[in-house]
C-alpha cells in the first residue's frame, strides 16, 4: 500500500489554498502511519474546526469533524471506549489553544492514547485571518489591525507542562523531521504532540508582507532554533537569541497513560 | 428473578442504564445529577465499561458522541447549567445521527438558581435548545421506578432512531428513594448495522440509516456540516441542506404515535389533567381521593415527540388543565393541538403542586 | 394507612441516613410501600437538616409529606424550622437534651444523644438510638424489619455496636408507652 491510498480521491479537489503548507503536514502523517503498518479499518482520524480540520475527510479511514475546539474529547470517548482503534488528531492554533484549550491541558494531564498534530498557521484561516492565540506580537490580521499585542502561547511547553508524554516541533519546511517526531508519536504510548508551524500565505503572508509562499517557507525555516543548539549555546555559555523558536524533541518520557490498548 | 429493592431515582437511573447495557458514560460533578456519575463509577468498570470524569460539561457530551461511535451505548448525566453547555454538542450528535442518552435532572433555572429543587423547566431547551431545525425524544419520569424503566428504554429508541434521547427527570425524582422492583432483564433493541455497499447517511424505509460503527472497515466520515448520503460537506447546496434537515426531523416526528408511552384514565371525561413527571402524582393522588368527579388524566411518559393524536381520544373533554413546575413549557404545546380552553398550573420554586392546591382547582369549575 | 414521619435535626447526626433506613424497614422487610425524601441545603455538616418518610400499605401516589403525624426532632434548630406546628394528633420524639422547646402536641423525651454517648460510648449511634424508640413508640415498622434494615445500611464492623444501640432504643421508647 501506498501512502496516496489512504486519501479519498472521490473529494478533490480540496478546499487548501495554493501554497498552503497544511497539505505538507497531512502528507507527513500519512506517511509516518504508514511506517507504523497501521490501516485504513483500525486508524480514526478526528479533527474539530478550521482548516486543519479539514483534514480527516480526505483520508478513507473512520472519521469525526467534530465542533470548534472539541476534538480532543471527542478522540477521548472514541479511545477509551475502543482502544483498539489508533486515534489522530488534526488540529490548528485557534481550534486547539483558544477555544479547545481547556480540552488541551486535560487531555495532556491524562496523558490519554492520541497523537495530536497541530498545524500552527498563526492565524484563524477559514475565517479569514484573524489572530489567533499563536499570532506573533506585532503581526497584522484582520482582527489586529495595528499589530497583535497579546503575548503568544508556546503549545510544544504548555503539552509539555501539562504532563504529555511525547512533545515535538518542526515546521513545515522540515519535512523529513516531521514525519520521523510524528512516527514518534505515534509510537508512545500515551498523548503525543506534534507541533507544526505551517505556512499561510493567503491569510497570514499577505498581510505581513511574506506575500510570497516561498517568503513564508523562508520565513518559518529561519525564524527557528534547534534544541540541540540552544543546549550547546548554553553550555558555552552564549547568549540564546530570545526571538527564535525551538524546534526539536522536547520531551519523551513514560508516564502513566489512559486509554492504552492492554 | 426479579427483585425488590428501596433505592433512589438517580441510583435507579444508573442501574436502568446498566441493564440496558450502557458501556460508557463521561460525565462532570453538576447538583442535583451527581449521584448518577458516582454510581456509574462505581459499577461500570465492574462491567467492562469506562466511566470518565471529563474537564467540563462540553466534553462530557463530546466524549460520549466518540464512544457511540465505536458501537457502545453511552451516556451522560447533567443539570440546568451543564445542559445549556452541551447544546453545541447536542446538534451535532442530531446531525450526525448519534445515538446517545442525556439524563438531565432539572432544577431550578436560569443559571445557577435552585440546585437542590426540583423543577421541570428545561423541556422547551431539550426541544429547541440547539441551534437549527430537529427534532427529539424526550422522555419523562415520574417515580423511581420510571427512572429505571424509562431510562432503559430511552438506549432503545436512541438506538432505533440514531438521535440523542433525553431522560428530562428532576431533583424531585432523582433525590427522592422509593421501593422499585428491578426486572430480570430489559429489552434490548439495538442499532441495526449499515449494510455494506449502502450509502452511511440515506435514511432506510424509516428514514434511518443503518449505523457505520468505527472500526468495521465502514470508512465513514462524520461532519457536523452538512453533507450528502456519503457524509461528504456539501454545505452550499440548498436542494441537500433542506433533504437532510427534513429528514432529521420526520424520522422521528413520523413515528410520533408509535414512539408515544402514556397512561389514560376516565376518557369520558370533561375535565382533563395533562401531566408528565412529578405533578402526576399530585393529579394521581387528587383524583385516588375523590373519585368519581368527571376528571380525566393523560399522564405523558414520552413529551417529545408531542402525541397530539391523544389529546382528541378525550371525546368529551371541555377544558384541559396542565400542571407543570415551570410557567407552563407544554401547556404552550397542549394549546397549539386544540381549540378547547387549556388552563396552565405553573409552579415555581422547586417544590410539587399540593394534592389541595388542584383540588381547589376543580372545585372552582362552573 | 398512611403514615408520614418527619426527621429533623443538624447535618452530620444521621438524620437522612435514619430516614433512608426506616424506609428501607417498610419497603424491604414489612412489604409495605415507602417514600423516603429529603431537603438538601449547601452546608454537609451543620445547619438544620430535614428528612421525610411515608409509609402506606398501598402504593403512595403524592409522594411529599404534607401533614407529619410523627416527629423526629434532633436539635434546637431543626425543631424550630421543621416542628414548631405539628398537628394536635401528631406525636413528636425529641432529644430532651439537644432540644429545649416542647410543642403542642404529645410528645416524648428521649435522650439518645447522652445515652449514646455515657451507655454506648459512640456518640455517632444516637440516631439508631432514636430510630429504636421511635419504632417502639410508633410501631410504624415491625422491629424485625428495622433490625435487618439497620444492619444492612451501617459500616461493616459496627454492626454489633448499631444493634445495641437500636435496642437501647426500644427500651427507652417502651419506657415511654409503659409509663403513660
Same mark, same amino acid.
Given at each position: 500500500?501506498?501512502?496516496?491510498?489512504?486519501?479519498?480521491?472521490? #473529494?478533490?479537489?480540496?478546499?487548501?489554498?495554493?501554497?498552503?503548507?497544511?497539505?505538507?503536514?497531512?502528507?507527513?502523517?500519512?506517511?509516518?502511519?504508514?511506517?507504523m503498518?497501521?490501516?485504513?479499518?483500525?486508524t480514526?482520524?478526528?479533527?474539530?474546526?478550521?482548516?486543519?480540520?479539514?483534514?480527516?475527510?480526505?483520508?478513507?479511514?473512520?472519521?469525526l469533524?467534530?465542533?470548534? &475546539? #472539541?476534538?480532543?474529547?471527542?478522540?477521548?470517548?472514541?479511545?477509551l471506549?475502543?482502544?483498539?482503534?489508533?486515534?489522530?488528531?488534526?488540529?490548528?492554533?485557534?481550534?486547539l489553544?483558544?477555544?479547545?484549550?481547556?480540552?488541551?491541558?486535560?487531555?495532556? #494531564?491524562?496523558?490519554?492514547?492520541?497523537?495530536?498534530v497541530?498545524?500552527?498557521?498563526?492565524?484563524?484561516?477559514?475565517? &479569514?485571518?484573524? &489572530? %489567533?492565540?499563536?499570532?506573533?506580537?506585532?503581526?497584522? %490580521?484582520?482582527?489586529?489591525?495595528?499589530?497583535?499585542a497579546?503575548?503568544?502561547?508556546?503549545?510544544?511547553?504548555?503539552?509539555?507542562?501539562?504532563?504529555?508524554?511525547?512533545?515535538? #516541533?518542526?515546521?513545515?519546511?522540515?519535512v523529513r523531521?516531521?514525519?520521523k517526531?510524528?512516527?514518534?508519536?505515534?509510537?508512545?504510548?500515551?498523548?503525543?504532540?506534534?507541533?507544526?508551524?505551517t505556512?499561510?500565505?493567503?491569510?497570514?503572508?499577505?498581510r505581513?508582507?511574506?506575500?510570497?509562499? %516561498?517568503?513564508?517557507?523562508?520565513?518559518?525555516?529561519?525564524?527557528?532554533?534547534?534544541?540541540?543548539?540552544?543546549?550547546?549555546?548554553r553550555?558555552?555559555g552564549?547568549?540564546?537569541?530570545?526571538?527564535?523558536?525551538?524546534?526539536?524533541?522536547?520531551?519523551?518520557?513514560?508516564?502513566?497513560?489512559m486509554g492504552?490498548?492492554? | 428473578?426479579?427483585?425488590?429493592?428501596?433505592?433512589?431515582g438517580?441510583?435507579?437511573?444508573?442501574?436502568g442504564?446498566? *441493564?440496558?447495557?450502557?458501556?460508557?458514560?463521561?460525565?462532570?460533578?453538576?447538583?442535583?445529577?451527581?449521584?448518577?456519575?458516582?454510581?456509574?463509577?462505581?459499577?461500570?468498570?465492574?462491567?467492562?465499561?469506562?466511566?470518565?470524569?471529563?474537564?467540563?460539561?462540553?466534553?462530557?457530551i463530546? *466524549?460520549?458522541?466518540?464512544?457511540?461511535?465505536?458501537?457502545?451505548?453511552? $451516556?451522560?448525566?447533567?443539570?440546568g447549567?451543564?445542559?445549556?453547555?452541551? $447544546?453545541?454538542?447536542?446538534?451535532?450528535? @442530531?446531525?450526525?445521527?448519534?445515538?446517545? @442518552?442525556?439524563?438531565?435532572?432539572?432544577?431550578?433555572?436560569?443559571?445557577?438558581?435552585?440546585?437542590?429543587?426540583?423543577?421541570?423547566?428545561?423541556? !422547551?431547551?431539550?426541544?429547541?435548545?440547539s441551534?437549527?431545525?430537529?427534532?427529539?425524544?424526550a422522555? /419523562?419520569?415520574? /417515580?423511581?421506578?420510571e427512572?429505571?424503566?424509562?431510562?432503559?428504554?430511552a438506549?432503545n429508541?436512541?438506538?432505533?432512531?440514531?438521535?440523542?434521547?433525553?431522560?428530562?427527570?428532576?431533583?424531585?425524582?432523582?433525590?427522592?428513594?422509593?421501593?422499585?422492583?428491578?426486572?430480570?432483564?430489559v429489552?434490548?433493541?439495538?442499532?441495526?448495522?449499515?449494510?455494506?455497499?449502502? !450509502?452511511?447517511? =440515506?435514511?432506510?424505509?424509516?428514514?434511518?440509516?443503518g449505523?457505520?460503527?468505527?472500526?468495521?472497515?465502514?470508512?465513514?466520515?462524520?461532519?457536523?456540516?452538512?453533507?450528502?448520503?456519503?457524509?461528504?460537506?456539501?454545505?452550499?447546496?440548498?436542494?441537500?441542506?433542506? *433533504?437532510? @434537515?427534513?429528514?432529521?426531523?420526520?424520522?422521528?416526528?413520523?413515528? =410520533?404515535h408509535?414512539?408515544?408511552?402514556?397512561?389514560?384514565v376516565?376518557?369520558?371525561?370533561?375535565?382533563?389533567?395533562?401531566?408528565?413527571?412529578?405533578?402526576? =402524582?399530585?393529579?394521581?393522588?387528587? $383524583?385516588?381521593?375523590?373519585?368519581?368527579?368527571?376528571?380525566?388524566?393523560?399522564?405523558?411518559?414520552? @413529551?417529545?415527540?408531542?402525541?397530539?393524536?391523544?389529546l382528541? !381520544?378525550?371525546?368529551?373533554?371541555?377544558?384541559?388543565?396542565?400542571?407543570?413546575?415551570?410557567m407552563?413549557?407544554?401547556?404552550?404545546?397542549?394549546?397549539?393541538?386544540?381549540d378547547?380552553?387549556?388552563?396552565?398550573?405553573p409552579?415555581?420554586?422547586?417544590e410539587?403542586?399540593?394534592?389541595?392546591?388542584?383540588?381547589k382547582?376543580?372545585?372552582?369549575?362552573? | 394507612m398512611?403514615?408520614?414521619?418527619?426527621?429533623?435535626?443538624?447535618?452530620?447526626?444521621?438524620?437522612?441516613?435514619?430516614a433512608?433506613?426506616?424506609?428501607?424497614?417498610?419497603?424491604?422487610?414489612?412489604?409495605?410501600?415507602?417514600?423516603?425524601?429529603?431537603?438538601?441545603?449547601?452546608?454537609?455538616?451543620?445547619g438544620?437538616?430535614?428528612?421525610?418518610v411515608?409509609?402506606?400499605?398501598?402504593?403512595?401516589?403524592?409522594?411529599?409529606?404534607?401533614?407529619?403525624?410523627?416527629?423526629?426532632?434532633?436539635?434546637?434548630?431543626?425543631?424550630?424550622?421543621?416542628?414548631?406546628?405539628?398537628?394536635?394528633?401528631?406525636?413528636?420524639?425529641?432529644?430532651?437534651?439537644?432540644?429545649?422547646?416542647?410543642?403542642?402536641?404529645?410528645?416524648?423525651?428521649?435522650?439518645?444523644?447522652?445515652?449514646?454517648?455515657?451507655?454506648?460510648?459512640?456518640?455517632?449511634?444516637?440516631?439508631?438510638v432514636?430510630?429504636?424508640?421511635?419504632v417502639?413508640?410508633?410501631?410504624?415498622?415491625?422491629?424485625?424489619?428495622?433490625?435487618k434494615?439497620?444492619?444492612?445500611?451501617?459500616?461493616?464492623?459496627?454492626?454489633?455496636?448499631?444493634?445495641?444501640?437500636l435496642?437501647?432504643?426500644?427500651?427507652?421508647g417502651?419506657?415511654?408507652?409503659d409509663?403513660?
Open positions: 500500500m501506498s501512502f496516496e491510498d489512504w486519501f479519498r480521491e472521490d #473529494r478533490l479537489p480540496h478546499i487548501y489554498c495554493t501554497g498552503c503548507g497544511n497539505g505538507t503536514v497531512i502528507n507527513c502523517t500519512l506517511e509516518a502511519v504508514e511506517q503498518g497501521w490501516t485504513v479499518d483500525d480514526v482520524f478526528i479533527s474539530g474546526i478550521g482548516c486543519s480540520s479539514r483534514a480527516p475527510g480526505y483520508i478513507k479511514t473512520d472519521s469533524h467534530t465542533t470548534h &475546539g #472539541r476534538a480532543l474529547a471527542f478522540a477521548t470517548g472514541v479511545k471506549a475502543n482502544p483498539r482503534l489508533h486515534v489522530v488528531v488534526f488540529t490548528g492554533d485557534g481550534d489553544a483558544a477555544i479547545g484549550g481547556n480540552h488541551f491541558i486535560h487531555a495532556c #494531564r491524562r496523558n490519554i492514547d492520541l497523537t495530536v497541530c498545524m500552527n498557521n498563526m492565524i484563524y484561516g477559514m475565517t &479569514g485571518g484573524q &489572530g %489567533s492565540p499563536c499570532t506573533p506580537v506585532g503581526a497584522i %490580521s484582520t482582527t489586529t489591525p495595528y499589530g497583535a497579546e503575548p503568544v502561547f508556546d503549545l510544544s511547553e504548555l503539552a509539555v507542562t501539562a504532563g504529555a508524554n511525547y512533545v515535538a #516541533r518542526w515546521t513545515s519546511y522540515h523531521e516531521l514525519t517526531a510524528v512516527q514518534a508519536g505515534l509510537e508512545t504510548p500515551g498523548f503525543s504532540f506534534i507541533e507544526a508551524l505556512q499561510c500565505p493567503t491569510a497570514y503572508g499577505r505581513n508582507k511574506l506575500r510570497q509562499v %516561498s517568503d513564508m517557507v523562508q520565513y518559518l525555516r529561519t525564524s527557528v532554533i534547534l534544541v540541540q543548539k540552544i543546549q550547546r549555546m553550555e558555552r552564549e547568549p540564546v537569541p530570545e526571538d527564535k523558536i525551538p524546534v526539536g524533541e522536547f520531551v519523551r518520557r513514560n508516564r502513566p497513560a492504552v490498548q492492554k | 428473578m426479579s427483585k425488590i429493592e428501596f433505592m433512589q438517580n441510583t435507579a437511573c444508573a442501574e442504564a446498566l *441493564a440496558a447495557g450502557c458501556r460508557f458514560f463521561g460525565g462532570y460533578p453538576i447538583t442535583p445529577s451527581t449521584e448518577i456519575a458516582e454510581h456509574m463509577a462505581r459499577r461500570l468498570p465492574k462491567t467492562d465499561g469506562v466511566f470518565v470524569q471529563m474537564e467540563d460539561e462540553i466534553a462530557s463530546a *466524549a460520549v458522541i466518540g464512544a457511540s461511535w465505536t458501537g457502545a451505548r453511552a $451516556m451522560t448525566a447533567t443539570s447549567p451543564g445542559f445549556s453547555l452541551m $447544546m453545541e454538542n447536542i446538534g451535532y450528535a @442530531v446531525i450526525t445521527e448519534t445515538p446517545c @442518552v442525556i439524563v438531565n435532572i432539572q432544577r431550578g433555572g436560569p443559571s445557577t438558581g435552585q440546585p437542590t429543587m426540583g423543577a421541570q423547566g428545561d423541556m !422547551l431547551q431539550c426541544r429547541f435548545g441551534h437549527g431545525d430537529y427534532s427529539t425524544i422522555l /419523562s419520569p415520574s /417515580s423511581v421506578q427512572m429505571y424503566d424509562l431510562t432503559a428504554k438506549f429508541l436512541a438506538d432505533r432512531f440514531r438521535v440523542p434521547v433525553f431522560v428530562m427527570s428532576d431533583e424531585v425524582t432523582g433525590h427522592m428513594r422509593e421501593r422499585i422492583t428491578i426486572p430480570d432483564r429489552e434490548i433493541v439495538s442499532r441495526r448495522p449499515l449494510e455494506k455497499g449502502t !450509502l452511511p447517511f =440515506r435514511g432506510g424505509d424509516d428514514g434511518v440509516p449505523f457505520p460503527e468505527f472500526g468495521m472497515g465502514y470508512g465513514v466520515h462524520v461532519t457536523g456540516l452538512t453533507h450528502d448520503e456519503r457524509g461528504y460537506p456539501e454545505a452550499t447546496d440548498p436542494h441537500i441542506h433542506a *433533504a437532510l @434537515v427534513q429528514r432529521l426531523v420526520s424520522k422521528v416526528e413520523s413515528a =410520533r408509535d414512539i408515544a408511552d402514556y397512561e389514560m376516565n376518557p369520558d371525561a370533561e375535565t382533563v389533567f395533562v401531566t408528565y413527571g412529578p405533578p402526576t =402524582r399530585t393529579v394521581k393522588q387528587v $383524583m385516588h381521593d375523590h373519585p368519581g368527579e368527571g376528571v380525566g388524566h393523560l399522564h405523558l411518559r414520552i @413529551v417529545w415527540p408531542f402525541p397530539e393524536r391523544l382528541r !381520544l378525550f371525546t368529551n373533554a371541555k377544558t384541559f388543565i396542565v400542571p407543570e413546575m415551570n407552563g413549557q407544554i401547556a404552550r404545546e397542549v394549546e397549539r393541538h386544540t378547547l380552553p387549556v388552563i396552565s398550573v409552579k415555581l420554586g422547586g410539587l403542586h399540593t394534592p389541595g392546591e388542584l383540588q382547582l376543580l372545585e372552582a369549575r362552573p | 398512611r403514615h408520614e414521619i418527619r426527621f429533623s435535626g443538624f447535618g452530620g447526626q444521621g438524620i437522612i441516613l435514619s433512608v433506613i426506616l424506609g428501607r424497614a417498610a419497603a424491604l422487610y414489612d412489604r409495605n410501600y415507602a417514600v423516603q425524601t429529603q431537603v438538601y441545603g449547601p452546608e454537609a455538616r451543620g438544620a437538616s430535614m428528612s421525610a411515608i409509609i402506606s400499605d398501598e402504593p403512595i401516589l403524592y409522594p411529599e409529606v404534607t401533614d407529619p403525624g410523627i416527629y423526629v426532632i434532633m436539635s434546637q434548630q431543626g425543631f424550630e424550622k421543621y416542628g414548631t406546628r405539628p398537628a394536635p394528633a401528631a406525636v413528636m420524639l425529641i432529644d430532651a437534651d439537644l432540644v429545649h422547646s416542647r410543642p403542642s402536641c404529645t410528645f416524648h423525651e428521649i435522650r439518645s444523644t447522652t445515652e449514646a454517648k455515657t451507655a454506648l460510648g459512640r456518640v455517632i449511634v444516637a440516631n439508631i432514636m430510630l429504636g424508640a421511635l417502639a413508640v410508633t410501631g410504624v415498622v415491625s422491629t424485625t424489619a428495622i433490625e434494615a439497620v444492619l444492612d445500611s451501617v459500616p461493616k464492623g459496627t454492626e454489633e455496636l448499631n444493634m445495641k444501640a435496642r437501647r432504643g426500644f427500651e427507652l417502651d419506657k415511654e408507652v409509663t403513660r
